[in-house]
């Protein structure tokens, strides 16, 4: 599987990595809601967060099965 793809005339082209986004999204979420509310219990957050990595492991299946 090749990283990239040439096109002509515009450089290259790299694949988005929809795990990477979305884990990098869902933290970032996290993080700005343990900022805001301090109160928030972390029993509550870890079934979010285990959630959140699940979805974005699916997508990131479901994209490489399309990309074939």
């Known amino acids: 599987m090749r990283p990239d793809v040439d096109r002509p005339g515009r450089g290259r082209l790299h694949r988005t990595d929809w795990m990477a986004l979305l884990s990098g999204m869902l933290f970032i ?39 074939r």
């Open 29 to 67: 979420a996290v993080g700005i809601i343990f900022i805001n509310q301090p109160t928030v219990d972390s029993l509550v957050m870890l079934p979010i967060i285990l959630c959140g990595l699940g979805f974005a492991g699916l997508v990131a299946i479901l994209a490489r099965v399309i990309r």
